[in-house]
């Protein structure tokens, strides 16, 4: 059974840094990766897709990385606003001869807190 | 493009009632989903549908959860009776196909039991 464990639970950080958040997972044989955002009270926001194929996604200020043989993903965003805060979930989609074929498993998320 | 859209947004049952919750998917997507969230954790996967049929629904409480998808278009999410443990955030989501392009969420339903 795929588990998928994010690091740190919660972070806050000043205005105008820069912030790493992490996702381990534990079986290899995954499809794809999504790192999405969400705000309270509403739904998941994808922010980026990172098939298991490739090693990494870039959009604006957001940086996805893949290592799929260690089971791992960084999601890394430069010079974090404000707006930024908000709870970050990591999801791995099981790949054929995987334990979790075709589901998308989550995280448990990292809520992040950027203060003025 | 309309989103994912999802009622009612809020509820509040006492244990042993029943509930039901609807979800209309993004206009042509074949692959339907429905996740509990529960409070601090993500979101985990109830059932799968594609088009009107069930893909996976290995983590469904049979004994008091049902669903279905309608033609293929909108789905329902019943809860008969609900337990306490039940409290939690129905998501509903949508895509294409089920890999690759990635699902579109709706808001979830906020369910407190009593």
């Known amino acids: 059974k795929q588990e998928v464990t994010q690091i740190p639970a919660a972070l806050s950080v000043p205005e105008g840094e820069n912030l790493v958040l992490n996702c381990s997972f534990t079986d290899s044989a995954i499809y794809n990766l999504q790192w999405f955002r969400q705000d309270p009270g509403k739904g998941l926001t994808s922010l980026l897709l990172i098939q298991s194929s490739q090693r990494e996604q870039t959009s604006g200020r957001l940086n996805a990385s893949l290592d799929k043989s260690s089971g791992r993903s960084t999601l890394y965003i430069a010079a974090s606003q404000p707006g930024d805060s908000a709870t970050y979930l990591c999801?791995?989609?099981?790949?054929?001869?995987?334990?979790?074929?075709?589901?998308?498993?989550f995280g448990q998320g990292t809520i992040l807190t950027v203060h003025p | 493009e309309a989103g994912v859209a999802q009622s009612p947004r809020y509820k509040i049952i006492e244990k042993r009632q029943s509930v039901a919750f609807w979800c209309n998917p993004i206009?042509?997507?074949?692959?339907l989903y429905w996740y509990q969230q529960i409070l601090g954790q993500g979101p985990k996967l109830l059932i799968q549908f594609q088009n009107n049929g069930v893909v996976d629904d290995s983590q469904l409480p049979k004994d008091r959860f049902s669903a279905e998808r309608l033609k293929g278009v909108d789905s329902t999410l019943k809860i008969q009776p609900a337990k306490l443990e039940d409290s939690a955030v129905y998501l509903c989501a949508s895509s294409l196909e089920w890999r690759g392009t990635g699902e579109f969420f709706g808001p979830g339903t906020r369910l407190t039991v009593l």
């Open positions: 206009s042509g997507h074949a692959t």
């Open positions: 999801a791995v989609r099981g790949g054929a001869g995987g334990t979790s074929y075709g589901k998308l498993t």
